[in-house]
């Protein structure tokens, strides 16, 4: 919250001295004050004269009080103290650990353990106004027993109420001849004080009974009916104390129970634009006066004029000499009517404003000038300012201070709330250890420590208009007045309304802290979308060490892997193509995280905060090169938002939602395109699935210190499954421990596509089979094209065979394909066997070489044809010639025909059989089985 332009004196009056109601008889009492400066001190007392002669059995002790500072968990209005007992006596403001001021008041505290203590609880805003209380003690006999009844009185009404009893013989009466002192607590009788036990602020009617004052006059006293003097002890005799550096006057009981017209109420008394006012006030929670007619408009104005005059300092809201200006809420609509801004109802006509002589469109605002109202634009610097709050003192947060430094017993305090004028211009008053004032004489502002006031700081601006109030820029003032920093030294601080869980805008409006950093603007000025940094690292982060916790048990880190495409997959040189992202994430208790979203993605880490952290690091082992992971510009780093935050930490300047590191994870994703070496298993080649690994490895770190863990599934393949030679069938992640080191495998199975084979070798070799086969039925004695088509057919396969073996490796088995071409060059030769088997059969039955057996023998060159022709044998009786032979090439058609027909049964069974097994089966096989072992 920035507020450059605004001229500004703002005071929020809380109770100071109310005015005094003129007609009633004065009556006039004595008004002490402690420590008014604020300044811690253990030398400002008021020690009576005078003591307790005879034991309290039943008494009253009352007095009136105004909270300044609170000095610690204790604040000591009353103590009384004797020799044996420091705490005879007493009453005490107290603050618990959510800084909730209450109040204690005790007989024999420690001598019945609390048991004759009453406490009550004060509301907010009791700072700065007086209060009136009272501790009735009394008594009721029975035989061996004392009834004891104790009420607490405030205001005139009880408030707290306890009843106790006690046997005779241990019933005390408060004990005789010790000393009473207001505003320090006794260590022994008279002294040793403690700094952080003493009392800032004012007393007035003290007094103390030996007797019970019935609920009349108790009430009479809290309404400043009468001055009923304590006739143990009281405070309107001054001759019966002695005080030391503190400040007495006499002021008019009246004005200790009156209402104050400036109480729960910031003024600014400098004149500023309604737009500019209407922001402060807002800020604060606010509302501007809003006039529905002329009645209120002379009640507010009277009102205001009188709270002006109480703070001597109103020079530029004056007009004329009792008349002053200021702005109220209602703005002109363009239907002529006003609007209460608050609840967007219309109040009054345009022409209905009083002693408004010309009327311009432009003039949107009204502002009091004495009895009548005025109209200008909304950003004409023409009037001073009246907000009322919605609570008598609005807590401001102080934000950015370190931890040392806002402890009970430390220089600053966090809350502050707004109460009267310190040098002409606002007062911020913290409830114990600071406050923020504007000093004269630097015409700066000062955060003052009032514990060590040598400890201060200056805000950076020079410029008297602008308030500390928003993220201001300080100046140490003093060698560790903050954070162990030296003299000036620059910081930032936030001075803000905005708590709990809210944001402060540069503008100063408030949103809900959600909403910073969340990629939308939320605020006017676009402030929450600036100052985004997701880590906080401490001061001792070393980015070397591993976040292992407290008790040193080993680390985790959770590996996933989305692989994108196997661009290769390589069978001839027995490697793969992996293309894939590898994420990592651990927690690191060492970090808090800032204002993440539910949405990871926008949790994004820059590649600064990616290399100022510890980063796991891995090993690709089985990788076909040295490689690791790395952290680089291609690698994405965000954070996991998984838990709800933590409480706010006001240590911060800039307000942001924190989350553990140990509970929300940090998450590394990196693409890698990389070749692995796989063992291919090629023994059903074409029909064969493979299993491949990719294996990652924890460097420098035994599984004692670091264990690689699965995330979620732990793989997935997120790319088409069809590939161009194989089918993605299963993918699977294990963790493992190698030589006790972590390591997890990822396996992946794929089939091999086996359409084209069976199209483009099964096929075409089975109808070569075929052919070959067919050339058993040409004529017996016709063994030249027999050959011929047999001898053709095995150079095809010879050539298919030689061809498939070129995109294979070398194996030191035989691939089921092996045994198919084995098969089929084998049955060819078979064929020619037989081919040359029934030739010679032929031979045999003519009794003649093969060669000349057929009519399309070969005869000698050096015969004429017609010479060849007279030498061909009489065929007329060839059937029963070649009888055996056909019955030999009948039956090695049959045989050759059951031969194949058995080979590829058995060939398909193992086949299919190995092609339909489930692809859990493969992830089972060891990959480093003797079969897989390349030659």
Excluded at 131 to 160: P, Q, S, W
């Amino acid at each position: 919250m920035r507020f450059a332009a605004l001229s500004a004196l703002f005071v929020l009056f809380s109770c100071h001295y109310p005015l005094f109601v003129q007609g009633e008889e004065d009556l006039m009492v004595p008004v002490i004050a402690f420590q008014d400066d604020g300044l811690f001190s253990n030398f400002s007392y008021a020690m009576s004269t005078r003591t307790i002669k005879t034991g309290l059995r039943d008494f009253t002790m009352c007095f009136r009080v105004n909270l300044n500072y609170v000095r610690g968990t204790s604040s000591y209005v009353v103590s009384y103290a004797v020799e044996k007992n420091d705490n005879a006596l007493t009453a005490a403001y107290t603050l618990d650990e959510q800084d909730s001021l209450g109040m204690e008041m005790c007989k024999l505290k420690y001598v019945t353990k609390g048991r004759e203590c009453l406490k009550f609880a004060l509301s907010q805003g009791q700072y700065q106004q007086w209060n009136h209380m009272c501790m009735v003690y009394g008594t009721k006999d029975f035989r061996d027993d004392v009834e004891v009844n104790i009420r607490a009185y405030l205001n005139g009404e009880v408030v707290a109420e306890v009843d106790e009893l006690f046997p005779k013989s241990s019933f005390r009466v408060v004990p005789i001849n010790g000393a009473f002192v207001l505003a320090q607590e006794q260590d022994s009788v008279g002294g040793n004080f403690d700094v952080s036990q003493g009392f800032s602020g004012q007393i007035a009617q003290f007094g103390i009974w030996n007797r019970v004052l019935d609920p009349s006059e108790l009430t009479s006293l809290a309404k400043c009916k009468n001055d009923l003097a304590g006739n143990i002890l009281d405070y309107n005799t001054a001759e019966n104390w002695t005080t030391n550096e503190v400040l007495m006057e006499l002021v008019p009981l009246p004005s200790l129970c009156g209402p104050s017209t400036i109480y729960g109420k910031v003024f600014l008394t400098e004149k500023v634009a309604y737009n500019s006012f209407r922001s402060l006030c807002d800020m604060m929670h606010g509302t501007i006066p809003v006039l529905r007619n002329e009645l209120e408009l002379i009640e507010t104005h009277n009102a205001v004029r009188e709270a002006f005059q109480q703070l001597k300092n109103f020079e530029e809201c004056a007009v004329g000499i009792d008349d002053v200006t200021f702005h109220i809420a209602q703005v002109l609509q363009d239907n002529g009517f006003w609007k209460d801004p608050y609840t967007n109802q219309s109040l009054m006509e345009e022409n209905s404003v009083q002693k408004l002589e010309t009327v311009d469109p432009t003039h949107r605002c009204a502002y009091v000038w004495g009895h009548g109202l005025q109209t200008r634009g909304c950003d004409a610097r023409l009037a001073c300012g009246v907000c009322t709050l919605p609570k008598p003192q609005e807590t401001l947060k102080l934000k950015g201070l370190c931890a040392l430094n806002v402890q009970d017993d430390m220089e600053y305090d966090i809350d502050y709330y707004i109460h009267g004028h310190l040098n002409g211009k606002i007062h911020f008053r913290g409830i114990m250890n600071s406050h923020i004032y504007f000093d004269k004489d630097q015409l700066q502002w000062r955060l003052q420590s009032l514990r060590n006031p040598d400890k201060f700081l200056l805000m950076k601006s020079k410029n008297p208009k602008v308030l500390p109030i928003g993220t201001k820029s300080w100046i140490l003032g003093s060698d560790n007045a903050l954070c162990a920093m030296e003299k000036n030294e620059e910081v930032s601080l936030t001075l803000s309304t905005c708590f709990p869980n809210k944001y402060t805008c540069d503008s100063g409006d408030c949103i809900p802290l959600s909403d910073k950093c969340n990629t939308e603007i939320d605020c006017k000025d676009k402030s929450d979308e600036y100052n985004c940094d997701y880590l906080k690292l401490g001061a001792n982060y070393a980015k070397e060490l591993i976040p292992r916790d407290e008790q040193g048990k080993t680390f985790n880190i959770y590996l996933n892997i989305s692989v994108l495409a196997l661009p290769y997959i390589e069978t001839s040189t027995l490697k793969f193509t992996a293309d894939f992202y590898l994420n990592l994430r651990w927690y690191d208790l060492r970090i808090d995280f800032r204002d993440l979203n539910n949405i990871t993605l926008l949790n994004s880490l820059n590649e600064v905060d990616q290399n100022s952290i510890w980063t796991p690091r891995l090993a690709f082992v089985n990788a076909l090169g040295p490689y690791q992971t790395v952290v680089d510009e291609k690698t994405a780093g965000v954070l996991v938002r998984e838990d709800d935050p933590l409480d706010e930490d006001v240590t911060l300047p800039i307000e942001a939602m924190l989350f553990s590191g140990r509970t929300n994870s940090i998450l590394m994703t990196r693409e890698y395109y990389l070749n692995y070496g796989c063992d291919f298993d090629l023994r059903y080649y074409p029909f064969d699935t493979q299993m491949c690994q990719m294996i990652f490895e924890v460097q420098g770190k035994t599984d004692d210190y670091v264990r690689l863990v699965k995330d979620g599934k732990g793989i997935e393949f997120l790319g088409g499954r069809k590939l161009v030679e194989y089918e993605i069938q299963l993918e699977e992640l294990g963790i493992t421990s190698v030589n006790r080191i972590s390591r997890a495998v990822a396996k992946i199975v794929f089939r091999r596509r086996m359409e084209f084979h069976v199209t483009n070798t099964f096929l075409q070799t089975f109808i070569l089979i075929g052919v070959g086969y067919m050339s058993l039925y040409f004529d017996v004695d016709n063994f030249t094209d027999r050959i011929m088509v047999t001898l053709t057919t095995m150079l095809v396969v010879a050539t298919i065979t030689s061809t498939i073996q070129d995109g294979l490796p070398k194996t030191s088995y035989y691939k089921l394909i092996d045994w198919w071409l084995l098969f089929s060059l084998n049955m060819l030769v078979l064929t020619m066997a037989l081919h040359t088997y029934v030739a010679h059969c032929c031979f045999r039955a003519k009794n003649e070489k093969p060669i000349y057996f057929n009519l399309k023998r070969v005869y000698p060159r050096s015969e004429s044809r017609d010479d060849q022709t007279k030498k061909l044998p009489d065929l007329d009786g060839e059937e029963d010639v070649l009888k055996h032979p056909k019955t030999v090439n009948r039956l090695g058609k049959l045989a050759l025909l059951c031969v194949v027909l058995l080979f590829n049964g058995i060939f398909w069974t193992v086949a299919l059989n190995e092609y339909l097994l489930s692809a859990e089966h493969y992830l089972s096989r060891d990959s480093s089985t003797p079969n897989n072992q390349t030659v």
